[in-house]
């Protein structure tokens, strides 16, 4: 006799709430950290990685859009480091890791001088440098600068998300 699907995930949900698990974004805290997150500012970020940073940012905390109200101020430090891991015999290039940092600092919009949490994100990411055009060179580290944007900002999301969840009156 097999068990049906449905009673498998019933089971393992009853599970995982025996043991105090809660999802982030779920249950009455997770609608409030959500909501919180929908009132976070994110400040300016230099450069154009920092504004493929600021724009992800933006899209994954402001999920239905323009924030109403925005209470919190986001700054952000952005940073991209290369180095060559892939070299010829004559000592050309042949593939570079490329990491992407961030140092954040959340503050009420008043005060940025009293941050009320920060953190650090980081991601890695490698690309192949073969005899190209200039322009497809050009395409490829667009989209590696955006996928290193993305997940950065998926990693401070997530910590935000975190804290806000842990710091229910802040």
């Not at 180095?83 to 954040?104: C, E, F, N, P």
Request: proline share 5%; net charge negative.
């Amino acid at each position: 006799m097999s068990l049906s699907p449905k009673f498998c995930a019933l089971a393992a949900l009853l599970a995982l709430a025996g043991c105090g698990f809660s999802p982030l974004y779920g249950g009455n805290a997770g609608q409030s950290a959500s909501a919180r997150l929908d009132q976070v500012a994110v400040n300016n970020i230099p450069e154009r990685p920092g504004q493929m940073l600021r724009i992800s940012l933006q899209t994954q905390l402001h999920t239905d859009g323009t924030p109403t109200s925005e209470i919190y101020a986001l700054n952000v430090s952005y940073s991209i480091a290369t180095s060559d891991v892939g070299m010829l015999q004559d000592s050309a290039t042949t593939r570079s890791r490329v990491q992407g940092t961030a140092i954040w600092s959340l503050a009420p919009i008043g005060d940025p001088s009293h941050p009320l949490t920060t953190g650090t994100a980081t991601a890695l990411d490698a690309a192949n440098i073969i005899d190209q055009q200039y322009f497809a060179l050009d395409l490829e580290n667009d989209t590696l600068n955006q996928h290193l944007a993305d997940t950065v900002a998926a990693q401070i999301t997530t910590q935000l998300a975190a804290w806000f969840r842990a710091h229910p009156n802040a």
